[in-house]
């Protein structure tokens, strides 16, 4: 059975930091990529941050580039993501996400490219 569980949201003061993390299961963690999006109320899901778990490597949305970093663990099948000078336009339940993904990442990728969610962590900055 494919599991993704996320943890680590929370409430805090803008500025502030939290790690969520994304502990898969169920799958070859290795052959897939690992996305966290975030959808905020009234607002469409957004990709936020990406990693290949082949090659580490990763990319970013403009609006978290330089706050928050992606990091994966490939032997706990472990993905992070460090946000650091949050701020309240942060706010939003915040998913991981699996797609069947082999090399160095150029993009994103869509939403309907995911196979697999998880069942997300509710983030909330305040100012």
């Known amino acids: 059975e494919v599991q993704l569980v996320e943890s680590g949201g929370g409430l805090v003061q803008a500025g502030g930091s939290l790690r969520l993390s994304c502990a898969a299961s169920g799958f070859a963690f290795d052959d897939y990529a690992i996305g966290w999006f975030r959808q905020a109320p009234g607002k469409e899901r957004e990709g936020v941050s990406s990693i290949s778990n082949s090659y580490h490597s990763t990319y970013y949305a403009d609006s978290v580039k330089g706050r928050f970093t992606i990091s994966s663990d490939n032997a706990k099948n472990t993905v992070y993501l460090q946000m650091n000078s949050l701020k309240p336009e942060d706010t939003a339940v915040y998913y991981c996400?699996?797609?069947?993904?082999?090399?160095?990442?150029?993009?994103?990728?869509?939403?309907?490219?995911?196979?697999?969610w998880g069942q997300g962590t509710q983030v909330t900055v305040t100012s």
């Open positions: 996400a699996a797609r069947d993904f082999y090399g160095a990442l150029v993009a994103m990728g869509s939403r309907n490219e995911y196979e697999y």
